[in-house]
T-cell receptor
Framework: QQQVKQSPQSLIVQKGGISIINCAYE??????FPWYQQFPGKGPALLIA?????SEKKEGRFTISFNKSAKQFSLHIMDSQPGDSATYFC???????????FGTGTRLTIIP | EAQVTQNPRYLITVTGKKLTVTCSQN?????MSWYRQDPGLGLRQIYY???????DKGDVPEGYKVSRKEKRNFPLILESPSPNQTSLYFC??????????????FGPGTRLTVL
């Protein structure tokens, strides 16, 4: 029940296109959903996060869409750029859990 | 500069030879954690600590030990490493709020190979 399923495992998008990464969870207690971005040779870094009281959160070209009834959330990267090429991890937790459960990661490559 | 440091960055060792990977943070964070990253498996939590002298198991604690004697340090100990512990290890710290680790700040990683 703590699992977070992430897809696709890898994704190739043309420059200027929209990159979409999906995550699904089972535990309805989860109430905090962050996305982390990891560049090669670096540790992950927080990109954007959402609470389930909103269905969408946007920061620049990055948007999280959240569907509580379907227990799914996704990351959309608009106007994808080569500098967005990285591995993206979704994650989930809930207040009092003390632990953050990560998805398996998506390797995104933006081609010119 | 606010950061999480890990040492060593790279380590090749042999089965059964005890090793310690150090982790230190200078942000006065309450929460610290260790993860391992493996292809296709993502980031899996090994141990975490909510505060000094308080540690708890994550999802894959077998074969690892930790201690939290000071707020800034959280070493990971492999008493008898085995080849299945070959992995990329990350230490992370976070200001905790209401029992939830908020933004986690990750170290640069330690690539461990056990022969």
């Amino acid at each position: 029940q703590q699992q977070v399923k992430q897809s696709p495992q890898s994704l190739i998008v043309q420059k200027g296109g929209i990159s979409i990464i999906n995550c699904a969870y089972e535990n309805t207690a989860f109430d905090y959903f962050p996305w982390y971005q990891q560049f090669p040779g670096k540790g992950p870094a927080l990109l954007i996060a959402i609470r389930p009281d909103v269905s969408e959160k946007k920061e620049g070209r990055f948007t999280i869409s959240f569907n509580k009834s379907a227990k799914q959330f996704s990351l959309h990267i608009m106007d994808s750029q080569p500098g967005d090429s990285a591995t993206y991890f979704c994650a989930a937790t809930y207040f009092g859990n003390e632990k953050l459960t990560f998805g398996t990661g998506t390797r995104l490559t933006i081609i010119p | 500069e606010a950061q999480v440091t890990q040492n060593p960055r790279y380590l090749i060792t042999v089965t059964g030879k005890k090793l310690t990977v150090t982790c230190s943070q200078n942000m006065n964070h309450e929460y610290m954690s260790w993860y391992r990253q493996d292809p296709g498996l993502g980031l899996r939590q090994i141990y975490y600590s909510m505060n000094v002298e308080v540690t708890d198991k994550g999802d894959v604690p077998e074969g690892y030990k930790v201690s939290r004697k000071e707020k800034r340090n959280f070493p990971l100990i492999l008493e008898s490493p085995s080849p299945n512990q070959t992995s990329l290890y990350f230490c992370a710290s976070s200001p905790s709020s209401g029992g939830i680790p908020l933004e986690q700040f990750f170290g640069p990683g330690t690539r461990l190979t056990v022969l």
